[in-house]
């Protein structure tokens, strides 16, 4: 079983910045792809990043391209989304992901790629 459990969300201006952080347990983290998810009230959850194993490669929704920084410290087993120039549109729920396998491929942009989920954290932008 694996678990994980994101922080540093909150409340920020247009403009600002957060880093969110997941602390992994329970598998080895330093195997598999991570990714960040996002769904805004009412919208379907949405790709936001993904992390190779070793973090040597990574991908990124176009929407959040030059604004957020996907990384991962496998030595704390923790992943970081940093989110930069944040935009009242970022506003959503935030999920970390395990991905099911470790396979890096482009189908890590689908959720169905991911075997476990954090319980999110909120972000909010405002205008």
């Known amino acids: 079983q694996v678990q994980l459990v994101e922080s540093g969300g909150g409340l920020v201006q247009a403009g600002g910045s957060l880093r969110l952080s997941c602390a992994a347990s329970?598998?080895?983290?330093?195997?598999?792809?991570m990714g960040w998810f996002r769904q805004a009230p009412g919208k379907e959850r949405d790709f936001v990043a993904a992390?190779?194993?070793?973090?040597?490669?990574?991908y990124s929704a176009d929407s959040v391209k030059g604004r957020f920084a996907i990384s991962r410290d496998n030595a704390k087993n923790t992943v970081y989304l940093q989110m930069n120039s944040l935009k009242p549109e970022d506003t959503a729920v935030y999920y970390c992901?395990?991905?099911?396998?470790?396979?890096?491929?482009?189908?890590?942009?689908?959720?169905?790629?991911?075997?476990?989920w954090g319980q999110g954290t909120q972000v909010t932008v405002s205008s």
């Open positions: 329970g598998r080895t983290f330093s195997s598999y792809a």
């Open positions: 992901a395990a991905a099911r396998t470790t396979t890096w491929s482009p189908g890590l942009k689908n959720g169905g790629q991911y075997a476990y």
């Open positions: 992390i190779r194993w070793n973090g040597a490669d990574t």
